[in-house]
């Protein structure tokens, strides 16, 4: 893999891996939502969870060889203390103590705090986003920012602020009427291989120079990579900028050109099929889009859901033949497809991201099952990859995204004849969610149809309930929509994606979407039911927004008797 392929990778610093079977021994008023630097075992041992069968786990033992201990004891819940959540209505009563004032404080706290360990803003004195951000009006985070306590900074800024908006904003105005003929040329005129080739090639001229004149001093860290210190440069100025939905949507559907097929896994493709002593190979069409297996461009008129989704829309009848249509792709390794699947579903904050920009990482996924090259049956041990399209917010609501991922994934069984066990969901983000949202409403199908059998002497509902597959994966999971707080609000200072432009541009939409916070809390599925889902495994990192929510989704899953295998990593 090239240097920039490999930026976030070789920024990992996988020492704090944790994998959860049982923290019950903990304070059961704790939460897993805290920061600390520091790890140590806890009291309990994980058992491997394979989220195909095979018997592996989603994480290397030397990857994941510590628990952040601390973590679990970091949050104790009072009540009466500061409790300002007696005016909402939650559907589970428990919930409350996720929302008092004083817990929201203790997470920002702890953010804060962390924050102050780190290396922000490049390196430079001050943070630049109290000139530019449309809401920053409060001298005091420019205060934060600085090391110094002159009390002219006020002075400073009030002065400052008016001249640089009105650039960034001349800037901003410039852009908009010159990006959509740009990025219609770069993304339909020049060809993805030219493109990939531009792309590294820029890189290459970069790193060097980047290297000598500026070294490790901008990341997080000095400990991570020089080519993560590199990266942070580059992605840091994006957050002085306003980010539109235009823009998300273009960035995201660019993914696809940091993964050229020539650069990552470092090994041939198990294309080569044996059967005796014969190789047989089939020509693909992976070229033209580039990857290396075969490219299936899904388009599927489904004669019926089956599975119950959505907050607003419960039937299962209501749609129209157009969204009873799986779209979507499905990438083939090998002349036979694989038994074992991955279903993958792509993140945006549910603003942003597309099936054909995730197409390189979703196929490396799938590269990456591999084990020993293949076995004597013609098995190369990769998995195919689905990527299923779902409807986007603002234009629709989140309940078409559950609704587009829930049918795409009865295509798989009752269409292609998947077999559920040999079906992995894999999550990016807001796809992570979307992850929990579909198991929770599988669950919650298949409970229903039990308690119906325990009512009626009719058919069987539960026989036509749609099976469980093998697992999620959840990769930086998106999956609490209530209001930001902790790290969630903290980590936009230094998060390379979610950064303040995003967060102030994407956050207003949760509650334009789904409404008042009691809405939002049901919609998000780390505040839902954890009954009866299958084994889960979460990846995330230390430092990026989500932290909070992912090890509060963690907490909650195995308080509730699912196995959860959990990574993470600092710094990214």
Request: hydrophobic share 35%.
């Given at each position: 893999?090239?240097?920039?392929?490999?930026a976030?990778d070789a920024?990992?610093i996988?020492?704090?891996g944790v994998?959860?079977?049982s923290?019950?021994?903990r304070d059961?008023?704790?939460?897993?939502?805290?920061?600390?630097?520091s790890?140590?075992p806890?009291?309990?041992?994980?058992s491997?969870?394979?989220?195909?069968?095979?018997?592996?786990?989603?994480?290397?033992d030397?990857e994941?060889?510590d628990?952040?201990a601390d973590?679990a004891?970091?949050?104790?819940?009072?009540e009466?203390d500061?409790d300002?959540?007696s005016?909402?209505?939650?559907?589970?009563?428990?919930?409350r103590?996720?929302?008092t004032e004083s817990h929201?404080?203790?997470?920002d706290?702890?953010?804060q705090?962390?924050?102050?360990?780190l290396?922000l803003?490049l390196?430079?004195p001050?943070?630049?986003?109290v000139y530019?951000?449309r809401e920053s009006g409060?001298?005091?985070?420019?205060?934060?920012?600085?090391?110094t306590?002159?009390?002219?900074i006020?002075?400073?800024t009030?002065?400052?602020r008016p001249?640089i908006?009105?650039?960034i904003?001349?800037?901003?105005?410039?852009?908009s009427y010159i990006?959509s003929p740009?990025f219609?040329l770069?993304?339909?005129?020049?060809?993805?291989?030219?493109?990939?080739?531009l792309?590294?090639i820029?890189w290459g001229?970069y790193?060097?120079l980047?290297k000598l004149?500026i070294g490790r001093r901008?990341?997080l860290?000095?400990?991570?990579?020089?080519e993560?210190?590199?990266?942070t440069?580059?992605?840091?100025?994006?957050r002085?900028?306003?980010v539109?939905?235009k823009?998300?949507?273009?960035?995201?559907?660019?993914?696809?050109?940091?993964?050229p097929?020539?650069r990552?896994?470092?090994?041939?493709?198990?294309?080569k099929y044996?059967n005796g002593n014969?190789?047989v190979?089939?020509?693909t069409n992976?070229?033209r889009?580039?990857?290396?297996?075969?490219?299936h461009e899904i388009?599927?008129?489904m004669?019926?859901?089956r599975?119950?989704?959505?907050?607003?829309?419960?039937?299962?009848?209501?749609?129209?033949?157009?969204?009873?249509t799986?779209?979507?792709l499905?990438i083939?390794h090998?002349?036979?497809?694989?038994k074992?699947v991955?279903?993958w579903?792509y993140g945006?904050a549910?603003?942003?991201g597309?099936s054909r920009?995730?197409?390189g990482i979703?196929?490396?996924?799938?590269m990456?099952?591999?084990t020993?090259?293949?076995?004597?049956?013609?098995?190369s041990?990769?998995?195919?990859v689905?990527i299923?399209?779902?409807r986007l917010?603002?234009e629709h609501?989140?309940d078409?995204?559950?609704?587009?991922?829930?049918?795409?994934?009865e295509?798989?069984i009752?269409?292609?004849?998947?077999?559920?066990?040999?079906?992995?969901?894999?999550?990016?983000?807001?796809g992570?969610?979307l992850?929990?949202l579909?198991?929770?409403?599988l669950a919650k199908?298949r409970?229903?149809a039990?308690e119906t059998?325990?009512?009626?002497t009719?058919?069987d509902?539960?026989?036509r309930?749609?099976p469980m597959?093998?697992?999620?994966v959840?990769?930086?999971?998106?999956v609490?929509?209530?209001?930001?707080?902790?790290t969630?609000?903290?980590f936009?200072?230094?998060d390379?994606?979610?950064?303040?432009?995003v967060?102030d541009e994407?956050?207003?939409?949760?509650?334009k979407?789904l409404?008042?916070h009691e809405?939002?809390?049901k919609?998000s599925?780390?505040?839902?039911s954890?009954d009866?889902?299958p084994?889960?495994?979460?990846c995330?990192?230390?430092?990026?927004?989500v932290?909070d929510?992912?090890m509060?989704?963690a907490?909650r899953?195995?308080?509730?008797g699912v196995?959860v295998?959990v990574?993470i990593?600092k710094?990214?």
């Amino acid at each position: 893999m090239t240097a920039a392929a490999n930026a976030t990778d070789a920024a990992a610093i996988p020492d704090d891996g944790v994998k959860l079977s049982s923290l019950s021994s903990r304070d059961e008023k704790s939460i897993i939502e805290g920061r600390s630097n520091s790890a140590a075992p806890t009291s309990s041992t994980a058992s491997s969870t394979d989220m195909s069968g095979s018997g592996s786990s989603c994480m290397d033992d030397d990857e994941a060889n510590d628990v952040d201990a601390d973590a679990a004891d970091n949050y104790d819940f009072n009540e009466g203390d500061g409790d300002n959540t007696s005016q909402y209505h939650y559907h589970d009563n428990t919930l409350r103590q996720y929302f008092t004032e004083s817990h929201t404080r203790q997470m920002d706290k702890l953010a804060q705090d962390e924050n102050k360990k780190l290396n922000l803003n490049l390196g430079l004195p001050i943070d630049l986003t109290v000139y530019t951000r449309r809401e920053s009006g409060d001298t005091s985070e420019v205060a934060a920012a600085s090391p110094t306590t002159n009390t002219s900074i006020g002075v400073t800024t009030r002065v400052l602020r008016p001249p640089i908006q009105f650039i960034i904003n001349l800037l901003d105005r410039i852009l908009s009427y010159i990006e959509s003929p740009l990025f219609q040329l770069w993304d339909n005129c020049i060809p993805l291989y030219i493109r990939q080739k531009l792309t590294f090639i820029a890189w290459g001229i970069y790193l060097p120079l980047h290297k000598l004149f500026i070294g490790r001093r901008s990341g997080l860290h000095r400990d991570v990579s020089l080519e993560y210190h590199a990266l942070t440069s580059v992605l840091w100025w994006g957050r002085l900028f306003p980010v539109t939905i235009k823009r998300m949507r273009f960035s995201l559907s660019q993914l696809h050109v940091w993964h050229p097929p020539d650069r990552y896994p470092q090994w041939t493709m198990a294309e080569k099929y044996r059967n005796g002593n014969v190789a047989v190979k089939k020509s693909t069409n992976g070229k033209r889009f580039g990857i290396r297996g075969h490219l299936h461009e899904i388009f599927h008129l489904m004669k019926m859901k089956r599975t119950p989704t959505g907050i607003r829309r419960d039937a299962v009848q209501e749609a129209s033949s157009e969204e009873m249509t799986v779209t979507g792709l499905f990438i083939q390794h090998s002349p036979q497809p694989s038994k074992k699947v991955i279903f993958w579903i792509y993140g945006g904050a549910f603003l942003a991201g597309d099936s054909r920009g995730n197409l390189g990482i979703a196929e490396k996924m799938g590269m990456l099952c591999a084990t020993n090259g293949g076995n004597d049956e013609g098995d190369s041990g990769m998995r195919d990859v689905f990527i299923p399209d779902y409807r986007l917010v603002p234009e629709h609501h989140l309940d078409d995204a559950m609704h587009d991922v829930t049918l795409a994934y009865e295509y798989l069984i009752y269409e292609r004849n998947i077999q559920p066990e040999d079906i992995t969901l894999v999550g990016v983000s807001s796809g992570g969610g979307l992850v929990v949202l579909l198991l929770q409403a599988l669950a919650k199908a298949r409970q229903q149809a039990d308690e119906t059998k325990k009512t009626s002497t009719g058919d069987d509902n539960s026989m036509r309930c749609v099976p469980m597959p093998a697992g999620g994966v959840m990769i930086g999971p998106f999956v609490d929509y209530s209001e930001p707080k902790g790290t969630m609000k903290e980590f936009i200072k230094h998060d390379l994606i979610v950064n303040q432009s995003v967060y102030d541009e994407g956050i207003p939409f949760l509650e334009k979407v789904l409404g008042s916070h009691e809405n939002r809390v049901k919609a998000s599925p780390v505040y839902g039911s954890f009954d009866g889902l299958p084994p889960l495994c979460i990846c995330v990192s230390k430092h990026e927004v989500v932290y909070d929510q992912a090890m509060l989704l963690a907490k909650r899953a195995e308080e509730q008797g699912v196995d959860v295998t959990v990574g993470i990593w600092k710094y990214m």
